[in-house]
């Protein structure tokens, strides 16, 4: 399947369930890159057995320069671990950024991790 290119920077957050962990994606769908790319989650995400709150990461301060295409994948946790320490299932970001012309992007992405709860079964079962 090939993948549609936007000619603008398009920054995304996603969560991944890869095996039996937990990971955050920040992506740039676009041709061209996203500058001074700031994530701010509007509470706290915890990993490493809810021992470490990953919003505290410097990259969630201010990414300088997001290349087209690029991908950063963020070990959260193991699955059973980060739902067990999720305090909410509904986990929001607000993101900003900026394009080489210097126009300004604002959105908010809003996840339902509802969807992931009940993975854990089909992963252990495979």
Do not use: C, Q
């Amino acid at each position: 399947m090939k993948m549609l290119i936007s000619k603008k920077a398009v920054v995304i957050v996603d969560f991944e369930i890869d095996a039996d962990a937990v990971f955050l994606v920040i992506k740039n769908l676009g041709a061209v890159p996203a500058l001074k790319l700031k994530i701010r989650p509007l509470a706290a995400i915890l990993g490493l057995e809810g021992k470490k709150d990953i919003t505290k990461l410097s990259i969630f301060k201010e990414i300088s320069y997001l290349a087209p295409l690029k991908e950063i994948k963020i070990f959260i946790d193991s699955y059973e671990s980060f739902f067990t320490h999720l305090k909410d299932l509904s986990v929001h970001f607000k993101i900003s950024y900026k394009n080489e012309k210097r126009g300004s992007f604002k959105i908010k992405i809003h996840h339902d991790l509802r969807i992931y709860a009940d993975l854990i079964y089909f992963i252990k079962k495979y």
